[in-house]
């Protein structure tokens, strides 16, 4: 399988990050080649460009709204595939469908 991966400071190797965001705040969410959860973040948005900055190119998927296109085009400059959804796509990713919030919606 020729997947995309990531390894940041000896953290498991990444191969997607949901990422949702907030007026003041970014939810992260980064799972590895079996899908098991090695990244549950949440960072102020003027921290993550630097945090992508520091990781290799991965996948990132995040909900498309105001903001979307700029994380898009910024996070594209630093190397890494993003892929807006739909909101109406993103619950379906959400495990225990539980209520609809930045860290579930990561």
């Known amino acids: 399988m020729n997947k995309r991966t990531a390894q940041h400071n000896g953290m498991a190797t ?6 949702d965001t907030s007026k003041k705040y970014v939810q992260l969410h980064g799972v590895n080649a079996t899908e098991q959860p090695v990244l549950k973040k949440q960072m102020k948005r003027e921290d993550v460009l630097a945090f992508f900055a520091n990781l290799p190119p991965c996948l990132i998927g995040l909900e498309a709204c105001s903001s979307s296109h700029y994380w898009t085009r910024e996070l594209s400059k630093l190397g890494h595939t993003v892929n807006m959804m739909a909101a109406s796509f993103v619950s379906p990713y959400r495990k225990n469908r539980a209520g609809k919030n930045d860290a579930n919606d990561a």
Request: aromatic share 0%; glycine share 16%; hydrophobic share 50%.
């Open 14 to 19: 990444l191969t997607r990050v949901g990422m």
